[in-house]
């Protein structure tokens, strides 16, 4: 049964208000199609709020990701590490340039990219390293970026879950800023939504004008309507990432009350981890544990149970309550797909969290009454 059946559902997009006005405004002005009015607002929304160089709009995170993998020139037989338990699209974007995925684990303690794995997995054919904020925790930026710099390797953040939040490590930078790309959704589930839709982020400006083509069919129309050239014409490879107006205009009367979402969710958030409090101390379940250079952005909240059964058995237990709860990514190195290509390294970090990870409903008008439903179901079962 879909989750939307379920009393407390999984997830429930949030409308902010004026999100048909916006379309309604883009229609009017009558330009539809893409990089109008709304594209560039929601570029320079990113671009100075969070000090990222250069933002694009895209039509997904994973178009983004595939946009990555044709600006770092990724050929067959050029290695890409990134965590096993992440979602299959950073796999598939450079998967389908030819690349050889190489899954590293996760910590004991949290999903992200275990980064003291990372040094011995890299060798002279690894180009990149794409990682993932899970859960919008920051990854450990400052010892990454050590090693992108010392072996010449690119780094790209997928920051699909890390809207506003930051690494509190060097200046305090915001996730999306410190890779030399990165990647954001605005898929329904993430915190700012436009159904479907994405952002691609240039830290290294290297890679600024090139993206700017890939994006437009590997024309250079963009240069073409800024009147620095005088025809466009086909310069590169590329295909079409840009998202229309309708989109744009969606997803920037989300932006305009992105402070609103954020601090709504935040509190939807501790108040799980203070209710489950009891039941972590009791050794029942583990709650997040966050590393000491991240901070919370309220993107989703999960616990630990002690293995799969266990976990499904809950499930199960809150489906009877009308509660919605569901697991999150099936480790890559073991799916149906990827299994045969694995080099055969255990990632047991990986099939733990596959394992025993269980997301609670988190979304924008989830009380903190239904919040205390929720923690009370959670309780009742363990009792
Ligand atoms: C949602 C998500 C994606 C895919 O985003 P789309 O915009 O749906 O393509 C990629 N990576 C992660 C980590 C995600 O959570």
């Not at 899954?103 to 993932?132: C, G, K, M, W, Y």
């Not at 107006?245 to 402070?259: G, M």
Request: a negative charge; charged letters at 20%.
């Amino acid at each position: 049964m879909f989750h939307q059946n379920y009393q407390i559902p999984f997830n429930k997009p949030f409308l902010c208000g004026k999100e048909t006005d916006y379309i309604r405004d883009a229609v009017a002005s009558g330009k539809i199609s893409g990089d109008g009015l709304f594209t560039a607002r929601c570029q320079a929304f990113y671009e100075q709020r969070y000090g990222f160089h250069k933002t694009l709009l895209t039509t997904s995170c994973t178009d983004a990701l595939e946009m990555c993998a044709l600006l770092l020139n990724i050929k067959a037989g050029d290695e890409v590490i990134m965590p096993a338990y992440t979602f299959v699209s950073a796999a598939n974007a450079f998967l389908l340039r030819g690349a050889k995925l190489v899954f590293a684990d996760s910590h004991a303690q949290h999903p992200n990219i275990d980064e003291e794995l990372l040094e011995a997995l890299i060798t002279p054919r690894t180009r990149a390293i794409v990682l993932v904020h899970y859960g919008g925790m920051a990854c450990n930026m400052t010892k990454i970026m050590q090693l992108a710099q010392k072996y010449g390797i690119y780094i790209v953040e997928d920051a699909a879950h890390a809207t506003d939040a930051r690494y509190l490590g060097e200046n305090n930078a915001y996730l999306g800023g410190i890779g030399h790309l990165a990647t954001f959704s605005f898929h329904e589930t993430k915190n700012v939504m436009a159904g479907e839709g994405g952002l691609l982020v240039i830290n290294d400006p290297q890679f600024a004008q090139r993206a700017e083509i890939i994006r437009e069919k590997g024309t250079n129309r963009a240069a073409f309507f800024r009147n620095e050239v005088n025809k466009y014409e086909w310069v590169d490879i590329g295909s079409s990432f840009l998202p229309s107006e309708l989109i744009a205009a969606f997803l920037y009367a989300q932006l305009e009350c992105i402070d609103l979402i954020q601090q709504k969710r935040i509190a939807i958030w501790q108040h799980y981890a203070q209710l489950l409090q009891p039941l972590a101390q009791s050794g029942n379940i583990k709650t997040i544990q966050m590393p000491p250079y991240a901070e919370c952005n309220g993107h989703l909240f999960y616990i630990l149970c002690q293995n799969a059964d266990e976990r499904d058995q809950l499930i199960a237990h809150l489906k009877r309550h009308s509660i919605y709860a569901s697991f999150h990514y099936q480790a890559l190195h073991c799916s149906p797909f990827f299994a045969p290509f694995h080099d055969g390294r255990a990632l047991p970090n990986s099939q733990y969290f596959s394992d025993c990870l269980l997301r609670l409903p988190l979304y924008y008008e989830l009380s903190l009454a239904q919040v205390e439903t929720v923690a009370k179901a959670v309780m009742a079962w363990y009792a």
